[in-house]
C-alpha cells in the first residue's frame, strides 16, 4: 500500500492550489485520513482530518475558511484532496497525506512523500 501526492507548486499570494492523494495497493482498508505540512525549521503540523465513519472534517484554526479536505473512492483507489484557497506566504510548507489503513487487519499509519507548496509574496 502506497500513498501518493501530487498537485503541489507555487503560487502567488492569493491564489488556489488543489492537492490530491491517492491510497493504492491490495486487500487494505482506508480509516482516517489528514493533511500535515511542515515547514521549513518547524515542526509538522495537522492541517486537516477527514473521518471515515461519518465525514466529519477538522482544520486548523490558521487555515479554516480557506482550505477544504474532501475524499472519494474510485474503483479500487481511495483518493483525498485538500482544495486550498486563499493563499498565503506562511502556507509555503511541505504537504504530506497521512491515512490510518486497515491491511490484512492491522492497523498502521501510512505517510505520502510529500508535496512542496510555496506561496510568493
Known amino acids: 500500500v502506497q500513498l501518493v501526492e501530487s498537485g503541489g507548486g507555487l503560487v502567488q499570494t492569493g491564489g488556489s492550489l488543489r492537492l490530491s492523494c491517492a491510497a493504492s495497493g491490495r486487500s487494505f482498508k482506508v480509516n482516517d485520513m489528514a493533511w500535515y505540512r511542515q515547514a521549513p525549521g518547524k515542526e509538522r503540523e495537522l492541517v486537516a482530518q477527514?473521518?471515515?465513519?461519518?465525514?466529519?472534517?477538522?482544520?486548523a484554526d490558521s487555515v479554516k475558511g480557506r482550505f477544504s479536505i474532501s475524499r472519494d473512492n474510485v474503483r479500487d483507489t481511495m483518493l483525498m484532496f485538500l482544495q486550498m484557497d486563499s493563499l498565503q506566504p506562511e502556507d509555503t510548507a511541505v504537504y504530506y497525506c497521512y491515512a490510518w489503513l486497515f491491511v490484512s487487519g492491522y492497523g498502521s499509519g501510512y505517510w505520502g512523500q510529500g508535496t512542496q507548496v510555496t506561496v510568493s509574496s
Open positions: 477527514i473521518f471515515a465513519g461519518n465525514g466529519l472534517t477538522k482544520y
